[in-house]
């Protein structure tokens, strides 16, 4: 059974750092062709932080984190990670990983461009 399982959020004030992990399995091999990260908050859309393809390690960063989101991936782990510095409160959010297939000019970080997803982990930014 495919999965995804994040992890390594939590609380932590603001200008800290924090490293996400997604863990995938079950997939057959060359199923999905990339990762994303998503966030969302109460009463927000979500929105995508990053998105990596597992080939040629592109990525796609919103300029929105560009200066402090950096997304990285290892393949014989298989397991993205999401490395966040200088964390403010308004990044405070749960954190969902999402794997997708295909291959465009760039990883996407359209939501709809994802067909399987984790549960997320939550993140909270506060002193």
């Known amino acids: 059974q495919a999965q995804l399982v994040e992890s390594g959020g939590g609380l932590v004030q603001p200008g800290g750092s924090l490293r996400l992990s997604c863990a995938f399995s079950?997939?057959?091999?060359?199923?999905?062709?990339?990762i994303a990260w998503f966030r969302q908050a109460p009463g927000k859309e979500r929105e995508a932080v990053s998105a990596?393809?597992?080939?040629?390690?592109?990525?796609n960063t919103p300029r929105s984190v560009e200066n402090r989101f950096t997304i990285s991936k290892d393949n014989a782990k298989n397991t993205v990670y999401l490395q966040m510095n200088n964390l403010k409160p308004e990044d405070t959010a749960k954190y969902l990983c999402?794997?997708?297939?295909?291959?465009?000019?760039?990883?996407?970080?359209?939501?709809?461009?994802?067909?399987?997803w984790g549960q997320g982990t939550q993140v909270t930014v506060s002193s």
């Open positions: 999402a794997a997708g297939r295909g291959i465009w000019e760039m990883p996407p970080l359209e939501d709809w461009e994802y067909d399987w």
């Open positions: 990596i393809y597992f080939g040629d390690g592109s990525t």
């Open positions: 079950g997939f057959r091999i060359k199923e999905i062709s990339l």
